[in-house]
């Protein structure tokens, strides 16, 4: 093989972690795994035999301080990732780190300054920009197909609700779940959001009353006088529903759900098809490996992320723009959060 | 034949009347159109005679006071409707009037207290209520299918703006256009609106700005905690775009455009169809004769109409919220215009 | 009106000249229907008098003698048409004439000369060959957009049998049913039908095994080496399922089935629609009007049918190559019935 | 891992061999390729030291000796196949080989025998059984949801004919393109085929006239009455082609073509989607991972393989019926070549 090998830290060990370290061993066969870190290891061990992970560590500063690393993943908790970012910035290595980036933006800002003085690449995980069908949009809206965008609508609905626990920690579902369409609200347009208005419900389970909310719909308006609207359900029986829309002046684009199979079915009651894919590793799995490729290329050609950590803060802002629109049930100017 | 025969005075021969006129003729052979009032008859002279309209008239007085008239059929301009609702109903005519039922709530207040007391049906012409799409997705709400709606979600979208005069004298396009996406959410839902926040721009033409809006968003929160979304454009250049979606707690159901063909063609470049239906004449053909006929069964079999003159102030008063959400950007509650 | 007015007179009160008559009635208001002859008439008093028929009567040598009559309308059992076309062209009536023209090739060939001597206009009710889906596809093939066709397919499935009493009349299920895909078959194709294969089964009810199948395919080669597939069923327990396929040397066109809505529910077993059209009268209504249509302006712009006599002819002939076919499983030139 | 390690040899490194070498080093990490043979072996080195396999050979010999070898993968030419069928299961080996298994009845027959005294197991790489949309037909079959299959339709089109050198040793079209859809006939229904007919002719490029067709449609019949209709076109210019239809007693299924995205643009011109997938390898990606799971789980459960040698020579058997058919223009009994 003629390329160059790029050798990677990873920080966390969880779902996510996981997925990212399968995707990159069955697909990008220049990078090497020396590292994974996780607060607890012994769990790990086996699998990470498997995947050829030179090493499992509880110390992540054994990674900042091997300069044969070239880049650090951090796939843990988001109240971490700020932490980390700054010491891998401080160490000269490009990052890639899970969304959202966090969860205080004055600390955000603070790391994003020290990843700038630094000179590192920082790419957020927002894979649904990834997304076949969802770059397909945009692909559209770039080419001038469907002119000037007007109204964009987002439908993101998940399967089933997270475990009460999960909830309690998660930092509501604005910033949780919602956080995946404030950034894809900024991908479909040509032009930033200047004002949200957001409101909510508990409709599905009383038990999260009082801590989350589990139905919203959101209107967001851009600075050229387009308009977003967001709906997100955490309950759609019938899978994981995640839909765009833009409609411009010259035509309108829409993404339909995939499925697994394109079979129809003709009986005496109905025609029927199977469901859409249920949970979002079956309908995302391409992106996933897609936007490692991304983040892969910029190491290797020296380019700019796609995504960048103004990309991360910029959701974060929106979303608690939101969350302050759904507290007080007035628009709020997202000017309040810059 | 067996069917009583049905004697009808028609106010207003416009477009409207005209279309509602031609369908008596063609599919309701009991139906005797004994009058045609309008300002002005000269022009209407030869296709009334071709319609078997027995007599043209500027004195709309002549159908309230002719004994064998049953039902005037109201078509004339807003602002006059609620004087012929109130001279039809103390005249003892049952009453099918085309939307809006008129703009002033007070005197919309009065119209139907006089309905009531004199005893006489009033049927409002939200003919979207009738279209077989639409219909069978308030039946799939009906049979429980979807279970309770969480998230309703309205697109309507013109194909071209109006004519510049138009607008000025429309009320605007909350009170114009939207105002069957308000009945609309009133249609699909289990529930009455409560709160309606609205916003709008013009992104079609600079020459309305000041007079109206073109492009439009909106929230409407219900009582039971359900929401809804609505969309509105005055100019999609692919044609008359109309669907719904009902989101709810055991499934959704959409409502998807009707088109002209059901032909796909390949070809070296794109799989293509042809355009969705270009204008509500043709998308709503069928709608505009079935609301006709449940309006004649209600006076034949004496029932209720399925759309009241309260539904029509309700649309109205939603309508009013919107504008007045729009003019101050924040959040509306119905109670205000009640 | 400034349209002249064209006088009818019909042969057959069945279904189908019901049908036409409503149409009629109810579309081309220029038409008169004069006459209704029928072995019986006392039955279809009533609804003749609403229909506003002026004559009912069983002698229909009244309407080849009635100079005010331009045009006769042949519904009547298939074994009376070709009688009645003689009849109608030596009187100098131009004829409208359900499909199948006739059963006896040269009988029929009498019937075309006849019209031919007495230069007036014949029009074969194909009435597939007018609907929205087909004509689409056609224009298609017309346009260029396909190419030269190479391969075309036909699929033609009724929801329900005839009665038994009626498939041991009917001719054969190549005579009756398929007679229409013959045409089709033709409609579509750029050439000549040459060559038939066609073979079938009794699939569905054994009751007919010895009278007639229930089932069939057929391949049609054309004379410039394009090829035809056909597949016929008597039962589709799903609807009346209709679609036909034109693959060219530039791309492909298919119609699909109409629906009765464009609805879709989705649930947490499957996504469902409601099944497409039950019966050839719901799908196939506006192509009964349409044909109407062209008949009507054929004679008053006295110009040739769209499907002439000539097509009437052709389809009997691939019927009875098909029949042989199936009887001695090998593939039939269609030279031999010509 | 406790999953056993498979050590198998790969007989031929031409395009097809290649994929699944890939698709084993991605997917299954259980199995090891210790050898690779082909007739030249210089250009794989490269290749072949990325995939990790252990040893490059030109001598098949090596494998059928080595004793840790449990099975072989037969990707050599069609000619080759039942040479190296015999050799491995005299060897004690598994094998997997590539459609179609040969082109001489007699010698197949004769390595299905030598398959059977050695007691090893034999699986033909029909891929396309293993895509998700057939399986889900066969499943709906299975499942009895379409009752008794009465129809089955294969569309099988290629989007561009192989070069001229490749058409002459191809065997022809029933052999090299049409072999999958003998199989598909048969993997759907629930009967074996009895009877053929089968033709075809030049269309898209003279060039090949004399030597083979391009265009072929056919008919078959299995022994329960049911019938199957097959097309080809080497040529489908808006892409791969692939649908199957099974029509029965009960309803009817269709799996429709994948698309490499679900996006709908809607313009002032034309409702447009991506078209389908241009090659075999995007459309078929993960029908090869699944059949070659399916083969490896065979091995290591010990259980028969879905596709057997006998299913290889059926499909040979029907191709060669086809070709008589298309030769005598007339059906033609399966009987002959069994």
Redesign the interface.
């Known amino acids: ?1 003629t390329e160059e090998e790029i050798c990677v830290g990873v920080i966390g060990g969880g779902r996510i972690g996981k997925l990212h370290v399968e995707n990159i061993v ?2 990008f ?1 220049n990078v090497k795994i020396k590292y994974l870190a996780d607060i607890k290891t012994d769990h790990l061990e086996e699998w990470a035999k ?1 995947m050829g992970i030179i090493k499992l560590t509880t110390d992540t500063s054994e990674i900042f301080e091997d300069a044969e690393v070239n880049a650090v993943l951090i796939f843990s908790s988001t109240d971490t990732h700020i932490k980390f970012i700054k010491q891998a910035a401080k160490a000269g290595k490009d990052i890639f780190c899970e969304k959202p980036i966090g969860s205080d933006i004055e600390n955000i800002k603070e790391g994003l300054e020290i990843v700038e003085q630094n000179g590192v690449k920082l790419m957020i995980g927002f894979n649904r920009r990834f997304d ?2 969802f770059r ?2 945009r692909k ?1 809206v770039d080419d001038g ?2 002119g ?1 965008p ?2 964009i ?1 987002i ?1 993101s ?1 998940d399967p089933a609700p997270p475990p009460l626990d999960y909830v309690k920690v998660s930092g509501g579902l604005f910033f949780d779940m919602t956080i995946h369409d404030w950034d894809m609200a900024r991908y479909l347009a040509n032009s930033e959001v200047k004002e949200v ?1 957001a ?1 909510g ?4 389970s009383d038990e999260i009353k009082g801590i989350d909310i589990d ?1 919203a ?3 967001l ?1 851009y600075k050229d ?3 977003c ?1 967001i ?1 997100n ?1 955490r ?5 994981y ?1 995640q839909r765009i829309e833009v ?1 411009g ?28 894919h249920h949970f979002f590793l079956e309908r995302y799995t391409q992106s996933y490996i897609d936007e490692m490729k991304e983040f892969l290329k910029c190491i290797e050609e020296d380019i700019e992320p796609p995504v960048t950590g103004k990309d991360g803060l910029k959701a974060v802002q929106i979303a608690m723009a939101a969350q302050k629109s759904l507290e007080e ?3 709020v100017e997202l000017s309040e959060f810059e």
């Open positions: 093989m069955k697909n066969s498997e076949h069908n397909r949009v559209a197909i469907v000037d007007h109204i609508k439908t609905r208005y409101t419900q508990v409709l599905i139905t719909v959101a209107i308006k006088g387009s308009m609207t709906d359900s309950k759609a029986v019938y899978g529903d409609f002046s010259k035509g309108a684009t829409m993404a339909e759900n995939d499925t697994p199979n394109n079979v129809v079915i003709y009986t005496d009651e109905a025609t029927k098809r199977d469901k859409m049930n007035e628009p």
